[in-house]
């Protein structure tokens, strides 16, 4: 897959070079009600005007440039993609002055330093050109520094600024940035001492990119550096730092599970993709391994050539890993060349890839296949005992398949078949990640199209697929490019990547690093004849402790049935002994906050709402369950920090990404009013970490 908005890459070693100061273990432990920075200590007064509440940034100073001034204090509540999340009435926007390229400088009054700060930035992502920092004004040394998200909704920032307790310093707000797009920052609510720490009780989650330790030399596990984040996963995979998107070459290999991921290690956006690398003995405990593959080398930083999406097979031959994917190349840096071709690798010790002598193995895209030719994919086809290869396409309006079969058992020779299937044109002009692969008695096509991910159930016959029912993989938000493999034991299984294009929010940009992959997923054929999910068996490994089983329950009013955010729910609901018109269920859940799903008896439905739970994508999203034979409703819920995969006991899936402002949102509660929901058994599991493979 593809985006288009690219920013100054930043090299690792930079990024390294932002963590001006190295934090201690003890001072990054948020601690729920006690008080790592004794805040009480040391506590000055900060800045003038520290909200921007008074006008045209009064007590402010415009050291250099045009880009802020008296018009960039704004009263603006919300933007296109929801509220500003800022405090009080006005804040600095940092686009109201002078637009988006112009550069400026801008300085707070000074004060002395108290044991801890924190703000609220937004704005573009450029560690080097957009950040608040502060300034030690006896020799103008910049102490810590912070860059925004690509959001223009603002984020809290908690500094640790005991070493400078009681010196002169400064905030800084700089903006050397002339891009056209995200070349701005956004800043409101600079707090000292004790309140910079939370509200009426609450206390922020500790968010920052100088609150995260550097993985190298850490001394720590994975695991133990993972737990340190707030709002990271805990038993998904993610990146320690950078931005990760589509899985890739899903298959188990000499017993373990392999997963890929599109890759970029410099910065959390997207950019020139490489690939990530774990493995796993059960597809849920994950060992990170080296990068397998990385772009082409370029001098040109405008060139964001690289390896995008493909599939692994298993060369029997040689019992090598064999990686068959799509390689990207940026026509405008290397004209001449083709887009989009079809390349492959390979490894006989998992770790090393070597480029196969016969690449490209497609050189160009067949006939009809202008708006794009990318994310082959691998199957074996029993219909006539050949390897074949789905690879995704667009023509005019329409997104479609194209299909090539194999002419060598090493698969290096492929021959171009026919356009396998093809959309009307209502979902999308591109069909990305297509899979296909035979279930039960039927065959499934499955394909990303206009940021959603569609699954087709019907019949092939080695060149053709006709669909006889059509939906959607998942209901929720943060789910796309999902992918298939048949594990050892002949399981359909699926992973999908838990974010997708359309949403500008990537919160956890501001600790480093964006994109996580859900757990692995077993397919299976609806009832109703439609494509079905549900976490993998050993999904159960994952607990960290015994479960607590509330047991059978009638419950009218609310129930309290744990605080934790990272945990698995189990409800199994009697449909025929409730009365009620609905019952809810809270996650993420504080006196601020939470993630609301709600299920309606009448009409089966559940809809899962987001709207105040946090920084990140606000929105609400529905699906109607289909009525269960036995009159039992499952639900299965894995909440892990900042996601939520809701499966439905008829295979719905819900994916959603949730980032919690304060360390107290982890209540989990369930309401019914009007009536009783009645209850077979509410299970609550703690779930530990992903890193123990
Ligand atoms: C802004 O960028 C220019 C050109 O890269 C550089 O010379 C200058 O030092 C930068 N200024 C600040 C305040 O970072
Ligand atoms: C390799 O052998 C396994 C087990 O017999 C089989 O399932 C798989 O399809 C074979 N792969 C190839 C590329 O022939
Ligand atoms: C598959 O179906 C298509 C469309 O009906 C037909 O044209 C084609 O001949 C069939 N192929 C085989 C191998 O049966
Ligand atoms: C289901 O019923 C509830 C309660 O009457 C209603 O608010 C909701 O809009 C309905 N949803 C659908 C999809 O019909």
Redesign the pocket.
């Known amino acids: 897959m593809k985006h288009s908005t690219l920013s100054t890459p930043l090299s690792r070693a930079l990024l390294t070079l932002f963590l001006l100061s190295t934090p201690t273990l003890s001072s990054i432990l948020p601690r729920t009600g006690s008080d790592p920075y004794s805040c009480h200590s040391n506590h000055f007064p900060g800045p003038l005007n520290p909200s921007f509440e008074e006008p045209a940034l009064k007590s402010w100073t415009v050291v250099?440039g045009t880009a802020f001034g008296p018009l960039s204090s704004s009263s603006e509540s919300t933007y296109w993609g929801g509220p500003f999340q800022k405090v009080g009435t006005n804040f600095l926007w940092g686009i109201t002055q002078a637009g988006e390229s112009v550069?400026g400088?801008l300085h707070s009054s000074t004060f002395k330093a108290s044991n801890v700060m924190s703000f609220l930035i937004g704005g573009g992502y450029d560690p080097?050109?957009l950040y608040v920092g502060l300034q030690l004004v006896s020799t103008s040394a910049i102490l810590l520094k912070q860059t925004a998200t690509n959001d223009e909704a603002m984020i809290r920032i908690v500094w640790d600024t005991r070493e400078w307790a009681g010196q002169q310093v400064r905030v800084v707000v700089?903006d050397?940035s002339t891009a056209e797009s995200w070349g701005h920052v956004n800043v409101d609510d600079v707090r000292t001492g004790c309140d910079a720490l939370g509200d009426a009780g609450l206390h922020f989650n500790v968010l920052g990119q100088n609150n995260q330790i550097e993985e190298k030399d850490s001394g720590l596990s994975a695991e133990e550096l993972f737990a340190l984040d707030p709002i990271r996963p805990q038993f998904h995979y993610t990146p320690y730092q950078g931005w990760i998107n589509d899985p890739a070459g899903l298959v188990q290999w000499e017993g373990r599970h392999q997963l890929f991921s599109q890759f970029n290690p410099d910065e959390p956006l997207w950019g020139p993709m490489h690939w990530s690398h774990a493995d796993s003995p059960d597809a849920v405990h994950w060992r990170e391994l080296p990068v397998a593959l990385y772009p082409p080398p370029t001098s040109n930083p405008a060139d964001n050539s690289g390896r995008f999406t493909g599939s692994a097979v298993v060369d029997n031959s040689t019992g090598a890993l064999h990686l068959i994917f799509t390689d990207f190349t940026n026509i405008d840096a290397n004209p001449g060349a083709v887009a989009e071709t079809v390349i492959s690798a390979s490894s006989t010790d998992g770790t090393t890839f070597a480029y196969s002598p016969k690449n490209p193995l497609i050189a160009r895209p067949p006939p009809g296949s202008s708006n794009a030719f990318r994310d082959p994919k691998v199957f074996w086809d029993k219909n006539d005992e050949t390897w074949k290869m789905v690879v995704g396409s667009g023509e005019g309006d329409k997104g479609r398949v194209q299909l090539y079969v194999a002419k060598d058992e090493a698969l290096l020779s492929w021959e171009y078949v026919s356009v396998v299937a093809e959309g009307d044109g209502s979902t999308g002009n591109i069909w990305e990640c297509p899979n296909m692969f035979p279930i039960d008695d039927k065959w499934v096509l499955f394909y990303g199209g206009d940021a959603l991910g569609f699954y087709e159930v019907g019949s092939y016959n080695g060149t053709n697929f006709v669909s006889e029912k059509m939906g959607l993989l998942d209901a929720g938000p943060d789910s796309y490019a999902m992918q298939w493999y048949v594990d050892d034991a002949g399981r359909n299984l699926a992973i999908t990547w838990m974010g997708n294009w359309p949403t500008s929010k990537w919160p956890s940009r501001i600790n480093g690093w964006a994109g996580a992959q859900s757990v692995t997923r077993e397919l299976f054929l609806r009832d109703d004849g439609g494509l079905g999910s549900k976490p993998i068996a050993e999904v159960a490994n994952l607990a960290s402790g015994p479960v607590q089983n509330l047991g059978k329950k009638n419950v009218h009013g609310t129930i309290k049935v744990g605080s934790t955010n990272t945990a698995r729910l189990q409800l199994e609901v009697d449909l025929k002994a409730s009365n009620a018109p609905a019952f809810t269920t809270f996650l993420y859940q504080s006196k601020a906050e939470s993630v609301v799903l709600k299920y309606n008896f009448g009409n089966r439905t559940l809809t899962l709402d987001t709207t105040s739970a946090g920084y990140g994508q606000a929105g609400t999203w529905s699906a109607v369950i289909a009525a269960p034979k036995n009159d039992v409703l499952t639900l299965d819920i894995l909440i892990d920090r900042s996601s939520v995969e809701i499966f439905a006991g008829d295979g719905t899936a819900m994916t959603a990404t949730v980032f919690p402002r304060y360390q107290e949102s982890t209540d989990i509660k369930i309401e019914a009013v009007g009536g009783k929901a009645a209850f077979n058994s509410i299970k609550l599991t703690p779930f530990g970490s992903t890193w123990k493979a």
């Open positions: 250099s550069v400088v080097s050109n700089v050397n």
